[in-house]
């Protein structure tokens, strides 16, 4: 079983929908990223938290430490949202280091106009 | 200045060739990181610099080769690469290297070893 598991894998959206995308993970952790990924490869990090919720314009993202689970959610959807998202989440290895990120297997969207 | 630079955005190599991948910033961050990611697969992590000094190397062959000579630049050398070695080569970097600093990605470099 992956340490990080996000779903659905793939997620075909039409304009304007909300969406959720859902991350879990199973090692203790010190905080968990949000990234997107356009084709062409540029990687932009999105949130990084560590409890509650945090907003930016149509995204949110949340996170419960005692389940274990986060969810990223864009509202209003648009086709420049379609890219990969990715969790992934740091843990207290390496003394605490960047290093040790363990990353989700992403979740392809696309938005159709 | 929040962006990672990363030149060139395309390699084609041979696999006698030396070539070099570069990456820049100067957001004043003292951790930068080398990271391989093959298509559809998530990003795998290769080197970390801390301070200007190798504090993490995952076991990458040693026809990779990095290079940190300063604190805004982070180079990586490649000699004799197989084709398999073909992938997106990313750049990071985050303030001091803890897990729970935001990380800046650069664009990548595209690399295909013939």
């Known amino acids: 079983k992956n340490e990080v598991e996000q779903s659905p894998q793939n997620l075909t959206a039409q304009e304007g929908e909300f969406i959720t995308i859902n991350c879990s993970y199973s090692?203790?952790?010190?905080?968990l990223h949000w990234l997107q990924q356009h084709p062409g490869g540029g990687i932009v990090s999105l949130f990084m938290?560590?409890?509650g919720k945090k907003k930016h314009g149509r995204l949110i993202a949340t996170i419960n430490i005692q389940e274990k689970h986060s969810s990223l959610h864009i509202t209003a959807s648009h086709p420049r949202d379609s890219a990969v998202y990715i969790c992934a989440v740091g843990t207290l290895n390496y003394g605490g280091s960047q290093g040790n990120l363990i990353f989700g297997k992403g979740t392809k969207l696309s938005v159709k106009p | 200045d929040t962006e990672v630079t990363q030149t060139p955005k395309h390699l084609v190599m041979g696999m006698t060739n030396k070539k070099s991948l570069k990456c820049e910033q100067h957001m004043g961050h003292r951790a930068m990181y080398w990271y391989k990611q093959k298509a559809k697969k998530p990003p795998e992590l290769m080197f970390v610099y801390s301070y200007e000094k190798l504090s993490i190397n995952e076991s990458v062959p040693s026809r990779f080769s990095p290079e940190c000579p300063n604190s805004s630049l982070l180079n990586l050398h490649l000699h004799a690469l197989q084709p398999e070695d073909s992938a997106l080569y990313l750049c990071?970097?985050?303030?001091?290297?803890?897990?729970?600093?935001?990380?800046?990605f650069g664009s990548g470099t595209q690399l295909s070893v013939l």
């Open positions: 990071a970097s985050s303030r001091t290297g803890v897990s729970y600093e935001k990380l800046f």
């Open positions: 090692v203790g952790i010190s905080a």
């Open positions: 938290l560590s409890s």
